[in-house]
């Protein structure tokens, strides 16, 4: 009997006209939006906190993370929430898509310049277009010494 290694699963979302993924290894759970109470003297990339089942949990922007002008929200928009080494966040995306195994995945080199090499892990292909798989981790590195 052979057993075979699948491909990771990766939940994929789109930000404007682009599509990203994450590892589903991350993902707790995908909402509606809620109301979102604001934090006072916060960074733009924190929208506020919502109120989730008794769990006040801080949600943020990922179109400010990537450094993309923020859009209203749609009947589209999602809260991804995720959960990161013990903590419990929420990213804001436009959609979600789907749950997707890419059959191969490209390292991210040099031309994607630094920024894009911190918060893209690789790139994969996803019938006709590309999907930027991004580690969910990192970006909240990147924002605490953003922030520091």
Sequence with gaps: MTTSTLPPL???CQIKQEYYAFSIMHIQEIIKMHEI???PGANHRLRGVINLRGHIIPIYCLRSMLQL???PDTKQTRI???N???KTVGLIVDGVSRVIRFAETKPVSEEFGHQGRVYLQAIGQSEDRFVG???VQELFVQEVRGHE
Excluded: F, N, Q
Aim: proline fraction near 6%; charged fraction near 30%.
């Design 69 to 71: 002008r923020p859009e």
């Design 80 to 82: 991804m929430i995720v």
């Design 37 to 39: 109470t604001e934090l």
């Design 84 to 86: 990161l080494s013990g």
């Design 133 to 135: 798989i991004l580690d």
């Design 10 to 12: 990766y939940v994929e």
